[in-house]
T-cell receptor, first 111, second 112 residues
Framework: QKEVEQDPGPLSVPEGAIVSLNCTYS??????FMWYRQYSRKGPELLMY????GNKEDGRFTAQVDKSSKYISLFIRDSQPSDSATYLC???????????FGDGTTLTVKP | DVKVTQSSRYLVKRTGEKVFLECVQD?????MFWYRQDPGLGLRLIYF???????EKGDIPEGYSVSREKKERFSLILESASTNQTSMYLC???????????FGQGTRLTVV
């Protein structure tokens, strides 16, 4: 079983919808949780970063971490066609720089 | 802005060739990583380096080696390219505080 499982998608929503992207994990040592956005034929770019449990909001994006359930989510409000991309969750423990990634969820927001 | 630059966007090589993928970062980061990305398999770590001349195996190092002679440059070497190494290769660089990774644009390698 993989250390990080991500809802596979693909996901297709109309413009303006609220999008929920989710990952579960098995390694309780993970302390840093990231969401990356990857446009087609580009490298991933960091979207949200959270340390330990809790919520973090940045504009239309909210990241949630529930360490007790080993579950993280990314919410996108008022989704736009420009949000169409693959979203990757990633996690890291406190001692190493290497991250473990989910497989990614491809999102399409239709005008 | 941090820049992580990979030497090629697209590369086509023949089976058995020795292939060099170069990555350069301009922010004096200690930690650098090589991943490959395949559909359905996500990003898998090949090798990483915490300092010059230091290297650590990742999850799938077989068939690969790396070189870190200078802090800003991390090279991935395919000793004898095979068709199953056809993939998107991504280099990443991380700050000393280990908070976030900056990725290059990726090199799409095709081995024929």
């Amino acid at each position: 079983q993989k250390e990080v499982e991500q809802d596979p998608g693909p996901l297709s929503v109309p413009e303006g919808a609220i999008v929920s992207l989710n990952c579960t994990y098995s390694n309780s040592a993970f302390q840093y949780f990231m969401w990356y956005r990857q446009y087609s034929r580009k490298g991933p770019e960091l979207l949200m970063y959270t340390y330990s449990s809790g919520n973090k909001e940045d504009g239309r994006f909210t990241a949630q971490v529930d360490k007790s359930s080993k579950y993280i989510s990314l919410f996108i409000r008022d989704s736009q066609p420009s949000d169409s991309a693959t979203y990757l969750c990633a996690m890291r423990n406190t001692n190493a720089g290497k991250s473990t990634f989910g497989d990614g969820t491809t999102l399409t927001v239709k005008p | 802005d941090v820049k992580v630059t990979q030497s090629s966007r697209y590369l086509v090589k023949r089976t058995g060739e020795k292939v060099f993928l170069e990555c350069v970062q301009d922010m004096d980061h200690e930690n650098m990583f090589w991943y490959r990305q395949d559909p359905g398999l996500g990003l898998r770590l090949i090798y990483f380096s915490y300092d010059v001349k230091m290297k650590e195996k990742g999850d799938i190092p077989e068939g690969y080696s790396v070189s870190r002679e200078k802090k800003e440059r991390f090279s991935l070497i395919l000793e004898s390219a095979s068709t199953n190494q056809t993939s998107m290769y991504l280099c990443a660089s991380i700050t000393g505080m280990n908070t976030e990774a900056f990725f290059g644009q990726g090199t799409r390698l095709t081995v024929v």
